[in-house]
């Protein structure tokens, strides 16, 4: 039997373990999905005992996927660009890190909603590890322009000055995250995404200006706990569209699955498994 999972500092929430045993036992595949929570003091010896256990591979989640990326052998150009390692391979006893979070939420977008990227505007809310890997999929898959809201303005200034060196043809901006700002982007918004950690457990936004935002604007929002996040809720009762953070979740473990087993997997399987364990909560 070969072994994959998930390493994170809480690691219980996550509906990974489910989705991706529930796809290997519909394939017949011969693999564990096995959730491991390990504190940032525990994660070298992790990294050890997992080549010497020949793990095929697996996940990282809060707080890990920065610091994972000095245990590793091999980091993609994608993830060292993201800064940010979600998805790890082991090959041969080499540790290769991945960052599937990026094509995993564009995926979504298009497949879920047959939403493409561009030419679009999107407004970002958040600048961290999360934030990375959205305006990486936005830029890349050709978004006109990009304004990243951040509660700590600097952060958000600093992403977007480092990003418009990688994507110059993108027009970037930047402001405190607060709602005279969202006034003046949301007008000309295709998408609004949030990678913040607000909604989690039921916060909120203290004010959103919904007014600003345009009929065909969509609302999307990282968070999958609850599934309609209080921003979604909103966004639905003034008659925009929205994206879940489930979407997400889905297409990154589909991508990681066919790194470590080199199959595609049933992808309504794994959407059938996390509806299961939604309900069952
Ligand atoms: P992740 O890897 O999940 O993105 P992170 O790198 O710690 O985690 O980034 C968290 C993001 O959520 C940041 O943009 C953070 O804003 P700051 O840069 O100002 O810290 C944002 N965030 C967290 N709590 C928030 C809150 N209560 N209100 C607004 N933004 C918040």
Redesign the pocket.
């Known amino acids: 039997m070969k072994l994959v999972g998930i390493i994170g500092d809480p690691v219980g929430h996550s509906l990974s373990p489910r989705m991706h045993n529930a796809a290997f036992r519909k394939m017949g595949l011969n693999f564990l999905y096995v959730p491991f929570h390990i504190t940032p003091k525990g994660l070298a010896s992790f990294v050890r005992q997992a080549t010497r256990w020949q793990m095929a591979g697996f996940n990282v989640t ?1 707080p890990h ?1 920065e610091r994972i990326l000095s245990h590793l052998d091999w980091i993609s150009p994608k993830a060292r660009t993201i800064g ?1 390692v979600n998805t790890v391979e082991i090959r041969n006893g080499r540790l290769e890190g991945h960052n599937t979070d990026a094509d995993g939420y564009r995926l979504s977008l298009q497949k879920d909603l047959g939403f493409h990227l561009a030419r679009k505007t999107a407004v970002v ?7 990375r890997a959205v305006v990486f999929a936005l830029a890349r898959a050709g978004a006109r322009k990009i304004t990243i809201l ?3 303005p600097d ?1 958000a200034r600093r992403l977007a000055t480092e990003f418009s060196r990688l994507f110059p043809k993108v027009v970037w901006a930047s402001a405190p ?1 607060r709602p005279m700002e969202m006034r003046k982007c949301f007008p000309a918004a295709d998408l609004v995404v949030n ?4 909604g989690l457990q039921g ?1 909120r936004f203290s004010k959103i200006p919904w007014k600003a935002l345009p009929r065909k604007a969509i609302v999307s929002d990282l968070v999958y706990r609850p599934r309609m996040t209080p921003l979604l809720k909103d966004a639905r009762k003034k008659g925009l569209r929205t994206h879940t953070g489930e979407g997400m979740l889905l297409h990154q473990g589909a991508l990681a699955f066919r790194l470590w087993t080199g199959k595609t997997p049933d992808v309504s399987v794994m959407k059938q498994a996390i509806e299961t364990s939604r309900l069952a909560s």
């Open positions: 809060i996927k940010a809310f958040g600048a961290g590890g999360a934030a951040n509660r700590t952060k995250l990678t913040t950690s607000v916060s």
